[in-house]
């Protein structure tokens, strides 16, 4: 997918070779009073390219919600680590697109890999661990529905740089 146009209406957000794609215009509450985009916004950011990329699926928040308590539930995700790096500012205005992949799979957490471009050059990247965890705030394995869904992403990213 190559970034959006930058006039009219945003496209929903799509999976191709493993890497989800989702687009996103800068607004004003986005930046400060030069129009700059706040660093921590890249974060929010970067949570919606993830909301969106489940979204329907097995692993979406939506579904750990609804599991029972006799089958281990409810689940819900915390970011338990993030590394981020700036490599260019945006504006108010620029339509970015956020990329997301999966980068390994473990018995209770994800490693996500994601990035923000704008007019296709690399303006922030960030490595995420991303863990599933039960009301108490404990540790939970996958749900094995869920462990496929991220296991497929996962491999479609894999086989796509072979």
Known sequence: MTD???MGSLSHGEWQDGVFHFPMRVYYEDTDVGGMMYHAR?????ERVRTESIRGS???VDHLFAI???NGGPLTYVVSKLNIAYHRQAKIGDVLVGHSMVTKVRAAAIEVKQWITCGGALVTDAKLLVAVIGT?????????DAKKCW???YNAAQNATK
Do not use: M
Not at 42 to 46: E, G, K, L
Not at 136 to 144: E, F, L, N, T, V
């Open 136 to 144: 108490d705030g404990r540790p939970r394995r996958w749900p094995a």
């Open 151 to 153: 296991t497929d992403w």
């Open 42 to 46: 890249y974060v929010s950011f970067f």
């Open 58 to 60: 097995a692993a979406d």
């Open 68 to 70: 029972s308590d006799d």
């Open 4 to 6: 959006a146009p930058t």
